[in-house]
């Protein structure tokens, strides 16, 4: 939302999608029409930037493809196909709504020039709404428009594809779990599922929950339930309750944040325990309860007791959401935990023309860190666009990358004119190069000269902001990381991947027939083959065979229903 | 529990056979986890009960049938009025 606003008012058409039929994203995730709007103030402000953006809401990309020099063709799905036809009628109700309340906007062509497509949330939306009528929902809290949002993306299909000269992915991250025995029992659900639940539908997931894993985002859950009327049994930190509190000291705002989730935690009597788990999960056809070990420092379990719960919400970090940028073929590098991320450079540019990530995709760390990173990302589509070439890079600049000059990524803008054939991917060429050697947001960020910002001392401010907030971010991985004591919490028939229901076993089966590798124990026992993908297995799948997670580069950033596939070929086929 | 939303704008959905109460913009996964229904769909091989695990479109545990329409995530797909869901 922050990267479409600031964009838009530079003066670009920009498009934002947004799987999701409200915006906000994960952080701020609205409740349904007619409550009140979550986080009002600091929401509204993003919303009302977004005046001028088509935000298009409903619409799950699902793939992108072509370059900068052409045109990017984003293709989309609607949330819910089966409406389509239905609700057109209402769509054009909403629209006539729209109207009342100063919208317009209604049937954007998107092939005539987008110039920018931005999706996901918080820093950069995507959905199919128009943005007055989303606008309009989220500042007066009127109704959601959910149908036209169904109706519009399914219009969108039916038009064709949205073309955009620059895309910038936000697609956030999803929460990592850990299998444990039982991890699969209705009734166990993630902490960042307790909170959507929670946030965006007012749902409480439970009566007596016990919320477990590592990290911070445990307290906002388990706060948050308990002030919905939930009992909270209990919050189990598997890492130390105190290993933040010297970066928290040198932080006074976060340190405030930390002081009030204490106070909540203390007010709704909600005891906080340290160096603890939930390593099995009991019930028969629904959660019933918990064992909770002592841990060591490798999180085995030591000493365990049982309690009675109906709810587990659990919770070991996050995975970013990459999908659409290694479909794009963009370079990937590593964050703090070993999760892939996609690699930038200090204006947030891929190694793909063009393209461009913020917020979670590129390094977990927190809704603030993702607005600033849309802020940023949009200073340089804005550089980029306005046909600037970006000056050679200084020596220090190049210094801090390790590279020669001439793997400068993306010159693209200066050069659109060219055919396409004339302009091979001029970033990070070598896809094979080790990963260390691509930046990251570990690395410190050396801000271009040439950015062409509105306001410098802003600009200044934004780039300290950034720089301790990426700083935080780093701290919050040493001090929550995840151990790899939790295999001994497996048991022979623990599910490791759940779509496909292969137990512990059968990885360990495929490692006696002498699978070295995630890859293969994949091929022979089929774990990450379901429907999910391995979302939620690549990670434990993963260590148990010794490995960092990688990507496994999914032709689709959804799973496409094969109607909706059959609908959109004809489509493509004349476009090519 | 779930926010109170004003009787009028409420509807019901229904799920094998029960219905079930949704207010307006909540996922079929909220109101049916609101009314109770923690799983509805048993998995291909083993049979084990499954209902809503990420709660945002991940992991593929909450599929259900609504109108006829398959593989659904119950946990995006928006309650309609009327919306007859079937295990997925
Ligand atoms: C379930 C969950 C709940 C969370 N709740 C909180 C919380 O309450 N408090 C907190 O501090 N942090 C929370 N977090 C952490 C959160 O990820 C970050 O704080 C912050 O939201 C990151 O912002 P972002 O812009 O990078 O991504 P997000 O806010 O996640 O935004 C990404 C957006 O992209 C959209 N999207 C993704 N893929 C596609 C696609 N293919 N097509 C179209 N749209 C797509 C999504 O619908 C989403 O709106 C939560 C995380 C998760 C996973
Ligand atoms: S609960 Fe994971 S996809 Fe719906």
């Known amino acids: ?576 | 529990m779930t926010f109170d939303t004003g009787a009028e704008t409420r509807f019901e959905i229904s799920f094998g056979g029960r219905t079930i109460p949704a207010a307006p913009g909540q996922t079929i996964a909220a109101a049916l986890y609101a009314a109770g229904v923690r799983s509805w769909r048993t998995t291909r091989f083993e049979g084990r009960p499954r209902g809503l695990f990420c709660g945002i479109g991940v992991c593929f545990d909450c599929l259900v049938i609504v109108n006829g329409t398959e593989n659904l995530r119950a946990c995006l797909t928006e309650a309609r009025p009327g919306d007859e869901v079937t295990p997925g």
């Open chain 1, 1 to 576: 939302m922050a990267a479409a606003g600031t964009a838009a008012r530079a003066g670009l058409r920009v498009a934002l999608l947004d799987g999701a039929i409200r915006l906000g994203g994960q952080f701020h995730r609205q409740p349904p029409p007619g409550h009140k709007p979550r986080n009002s103030r600091k929401f509204r402000r993003l919303v009302e930037g977004l005046a001028g953006v088509d935000v298009l809401l409903g619409h799950q990309v699902w793939a992108v493809e072509g370059s900068a020099t052409a045109h990017f063709t984003i293709y989309t799905q609607a949330a819910r196909a089966d409406a389509v036809h239905a609700e057109a009628a209402s769509a054009e109700a909403a629209r006539a709504d729209a109207t009342d309340t100063g919208a317009t906007h209604a049937g954007v062509t998107y092939e005539e020039s987008a110039h920018a497509g931005v999706t996901g949330a918080e820093s950069a939306h995507a959905e199919s709404a128009h943005a007055e009528a989303a606008h309009a929902e989220a500042a007066h809290a009127e109704a959601a428009h959910a149908e036209a949002a169904n109706a519009e993306a399914a219009n969108a299909e039916a038009r064709g594809p949205l073309r955009a000269r620059a895309l910038l992915i936000a697609t956030g991250a999803y929460d990592r779990v850990l299998p444990f025995p039982g991890w699969d029992l209705p009734g166990v659900l993630t902490a960042g599922g307790a909170q959507a639940l929670l946030k965006g539908n007012g749902v409480v997931a439970g009566r007596r929950i016990v919320v477990a894993g590592t990290g911070p985002f445990l307290l906002p859950v388990a706060t948050g339930l308990a002030a919905a009327g939930a009992r909270i049994v209990g919050v189990f930190e598997a890492n130390s309750r105190t290993g933040l509190l010297p970066a928290l000291l040198r932080n006074p705002a976060k340190l405030g944040e930390a002081a009030g989730y204490a106070l909540r935690l203390a007010r709704h009597r909600v005891p906080y325990h340290g160096g603890q788990a939930v390593v099995a999960a009991h019930g028969g056809d629904e959660l019933t309860h918990v064992t909770v070990a002592r841990l060591d420092a490798d999180w085995k379990a030591l000493t365990t007791r049982d309690i009675e719960c109906d709810t587990l919400a659990t919770g070991y970090g996050f995975t970013p959401q990459i999908d659409l940028a290694v479909q794009l073929g963009c370079a990937t590098t590593h964050d703090a935990d070993g999760s892939p991320i996609v690699a930038v450079d200090a204006g947030l540019r891929t190694s793909v023309p063009g393209v461009y990530a913020a917020g979670e995709t590129i390094g977990v760390g927190g809704a603030a860190l993702a607005e600033l990173d849309g802020v940023q990302a949009a200073h340089t589509i804005i550089a980029d666009a306005a046909d600037q070439p970006a000056p050679e890079p200084t020596a220090q600049d190049w210094a801090n990358r390790d590279r020669p000059s001439q793997d400068r990524p993306n010159l693209g803008w200066a050069n659109r004119d060219r055919p396409s054939q004339d302009r091979p991917n001029l970033g990070w060429p070598s896809q094979d190069r080790p990963s260390q050697d691509r930046p990251s947001r570990d690395r410190p960020n050396q801000d271009r000269p040439n950015q062409d910002r509105p306001n410098q001392d802003q600009a200044k401010r934004d780039r300290v902001k950034r720089q301790r907030a990426e700083a935080f971010a780093r701290r919050l991985h040493e001090v929550y990381p995840v151990r790899d004591g939790w295999r001994e919490w497996l048991t022979p028939r623990t599910l490791i991947c759940r779509c496909e229901e292969v137990p512990y076993q059968a990885i360990l089966e495929a490692g006696d027939l002498g699978a070295a590798d995630a890859r293969t124990v994949k091929l022979l026992a089929r774990p990450g083959m379901g429907w999910c993908q391995g979302r939620i297995c690549g990670y434990p799948v993963a260590r148990l065979c010794g490995e960092d997670p990688r990507h496994p580069g999914r032709p689709f950033a959804h799973p496409l229903r094969m109607a909706d596939l059959a609908r959109l070929l004809p489509q493509r086929t004349k476009d090519e």
